[in-house]
């Protein structure tokens, strides 16, 4: 059985796998789809809050991140 720990570990693995591709500079595209696939895991429960928080930290920050919006809902 697969286990929350085993998917972050890949997950982990793949961002760093995309991190050497862009020598080290994650585009900002990229960077979006990376949070966008973390919150879906969070989301169902694939990975914990504590994880994709951890998992975050090797993403770089976006400017007005459309990803927050989705995962928090509209108003």
């Not at 982990?12 to 050497?20: M, N, P, V």
């Not at 949070?35 to 914990?48: T, V």
């Amino acid at each position: 059985m697969v286990t929350p720990q085993d998917i972050a570990a890949e997950l982990s693995s793949r961002i760093q796998a995309d991190l050497e591709h862009f020598g080290g500079a994650m585009p900002e595209r990229s960077a979006i789809a990376w949070r966008g696939y973390l919150a879906a895991m969070l989301e169902w429960s694939l990975i914990s809050v504590s994880q994709h928080d951890e998992l975050l930290l090797s993403i770089p920050s976006v400017h007005n991140d459309p990803v927050i919006a989705i995962l928090r809902g509209r108003d």
